[in-house]
């Protein structure tokens, strides 16, 4: 993992950090020039819902997730092509850049946004556009413990596993127990990064994120929906565009 000049003290301020290094954030080598930071939602384990019994479901990240023990060696194991080598938030920024993956419709919506918006001095060719644009950006996800299955959004996720769970699971992980202890982590994580890296602006591409942070930064949000949904209206390339003129200005 490439250690950036912020990675010690993300670590100091939030023990998560220090337990799970893979969550710290990427953080462009231009970052500190437009100072963005482009908060998503979550990494997505592989696991099929309908074709899997659940081997890392809710009892699993309950016992686990949280345990200073804890590696990822066990989930790199069994799903090695979505856990990104063990660095999974800098990693989802280097694959999509290197071009090995090429199903993050999100960066592409940001790549065509910020050539149309001749971002920043110099406009790249298509052929590098990649590697070009996450170096002005950092990017973290929101919500620190995986989606459950891979194509699931991570309350629908969490939704899923909880009807598999048997009724003696269900009592002994209750939901509203695990669910609070997802989201409070999640919120002092984005917290601390917003701390520690002072965005001028908070990008953020999850409407489950936007609506479940309460912190004190909200102020720095800007809210644009993935492309994801765009079959159902929502999102409007132009409507990113308009967001990333804001955080330019």
Same mark, same amino acid.
């Given at each position: 993992m490439k250690e950036t000049k912020y990675d010690k003290e993300l670590m100091e301020k939030d023990p998560l950090f220090? %337990?799970?290094?893979?969550?710290?954030?990427?953080?462009?080598?231009? &970052? *500190?020039?437009?100072?963005?930071?482009?908060?998503?939602?979550?990494?997505?384990?592989?696991? !099929?819902? *309908?074709?899997?019994? !659940?081997?890392?479901?809710?009892?699993?990240?309950?016992?686990k997730w949280w345990n200073t023990e804890y590696t990822m060696e066990e989930?790199?194991?069994? &799903?090695? *092509?979505?856990?990104?080598?063990?660095?999974?938030?800098?990693?989802?920024?280097?694959e999509f850049g290197t071009g090995l993956s090429d199903f993050f419709d999100i960066y592409k919506a940001m790549g065509t946004a910020l050539l149309k918006?001749?971002?920043? *001095?110099?406009?790249?060719?298509?052929?590098?556009?990649?590697?070009?644009y996450y170096k002005y950006f950092a990017f973290t996800d929101y919500y620190k413990m995986p989606s459950l299955y891979k194509g699931k959004a991570f309350? %629908?996720?969490?939704?899923?596993?909880?009807k598999k769970l048997s009724e003696e699971e269900n009592k002994k992980y209750p939901s509203r127990e695990f669910n609070r202890n997802n989201k409070a982590q999640a919120q002092l994580a984005l917290d601390t990064v917003i701390e520690v890296l002072d965005p001028k602006v908070v990008l953020v591409t999850s409407s489950l994120a936007m609506?479940? &942070?309460?912190?004190?930064y909200k102020d720095r949000f800007l809210h644009v929906h993935h492309p994801s949904s765009r079959r159902f209206g929502y999102f409007k390339q132009e409507d990113l565009e308009n967001e990333l003129k804001k955080a330019l200005q």
């Open positions: 220090a %337990i799970h290094k893979f969550s710290l954030p990427h953080i462009g080598e231009e &970052y *500190e020039k437009f100072r963005i930071l482009h908060v998503g939602e979550s990494n997505y384990l592989g696991q !099929d819902a *309908e074709t899997e019994s !659940d081997q890392f479901g809710i009892p699993f990240f309950a016992e989930l790199m194991r069994v &799903y090695p *092509e979505t856990c990104w080598d063990g660095d999974w938030t800098r990693n989802v920024i280097k918006l001749k971002f920043p *001095e110099v406009e790249p060719s298509e052929k590098n556009i990649r590697e070009y309350n %629908i996720s969490l939704n899923v596993g909880r609506h479940a &942070y309460q912190g004190k």
